[in-house]
């Protein structure tokens, strides 16, 4: 197990504005034995009446993390879980990846195989106040022109042998509901990819963004498993508030 060691402050050396700002940082607290860790981007250290200091502000009501621990503990036993995972210059809290013959939101029928294949999901967790238009059309492309060539075909023509199909899918975490506009864009996202006419399998896109505190989930045609999934869990939480 990992053990937490003090580092001297004399000997850090970073510019904050990238550090805090772009890179993030985790804070964790203590409560009746029970500790809650969450993504922060703002924040600030210096020195006060003397003291070196380090200074965040979080509300008294923030539970994005815990809600996340619920979905992740629900997929554990079919994805790999990858927390502040990097790709191509963008951040996301978590990077779930899953290959199996049937994926984590589907109803698992008869396993027996008459020939051999092979079945992706490329999950990816964002957490954001705000979800607007230019973000979300912003995270669509680089879903088809950055995550799609590398993740799927692996840089390549096309997809690995036997390649039956991969979702690309996004599960975007916000504080504020999406703007009805945005709402629309996200159930009319209809982007599917087959490689020679399918005969290499398809690829297609699931886009979810989630409200916890309004009860709310919105998702493309694509991705009505994971919507379902995640109605699910809120329905079953008491009491929710961020």
Same mark, same amino acid.
């Given at each position: +197990? ?14 904050? #504005? ?19 860790? +969450? ?5 600030? %250290?210096? %020195? ?5 200091? %380090? ?21 554990? *036993?079919k994805f790999d879980i990858y927390h502040n995972y990097y790709f191509n210059g963008r951040? #996301? ?5 899953? !290959?199996?013959?049937? $994926? ?20 990816? #967790? ?45 599960? &975007? ?12 864009? &996200?159930? $009319?996202?209809?982007? $599917?990819?087959?490689? +020679? #006419? ?16 309004? !009860? ?8 009505? *498993? &994971?919507? *379902?999934?995640? +109605?699910? &869990? ?5 009491? !929710?508030?961020?």
């Amino acid at each position: +197990m990992h053990n937490f060691q003090t580092y001297p402050i004399d000997m850090l050396e970073f510019n904050p #504005f990238t550090k805090i700002g772009k890179e993030w940082a985790l804070v964790t607290t203590n409560a009746d034995t029970k500790d809650n860790t +969450m993504t922060i981007s703002w924040g600030g %250290v210096g %020195v006060m009446w003397g003291k070196n200091v %380090v200074y965040v502000f979080i509300r008294d009501t923030r539970y994005t993390k815990e809600f996340i621990d619920i979905i992740l503990n629900s997929i554990s *036993d079919k994805f790999d879980i990858y927390h502040n995972y990097y790709f191509n210059g963008r951040k #996301f809290v978590i990077y779930a990846y899953c !290959y199996n013959h049937n $994926n984590r939101f589907e109803t698992s029928g008869d396993e027996s195989k008459l020939w051999d294949t092979r079945c992706f999901e490329h999950l990816f #967790f964002i957490n954001s106040d705000n979800l607007d238009m230019h973000t979300l059309n912003n995270l669509k492309d680089f879903a088809i022109n950055s995550i799609e060539p590398h993740f799927v075909r692996g840089d390549g023509k096309y997809p690995v042998k036997h390649h039956l199909y991969s979702h690309i899918s996004f599960i &975007i975490i916000t504080r504020n509901k999406p703007s009805y506009e945005v709402e629309e864009a &996200i159930k $009319n996202i209809t982007w $599917n990819k087959s490689y +020679m #006419f399918s005969a290499k399998g398809y690829c297609n896109l699931k886009m979810v963004c989630v409200t916890p505190r309004e !009860y709310s989930v919105i998702a493309n045609e694509n991705a009505k *498993d &994971i919507k *379902d999934f995640l +109605m699910d &869990i809120l329905l079953h939480i008491d009491h !929710y508030e961020d």
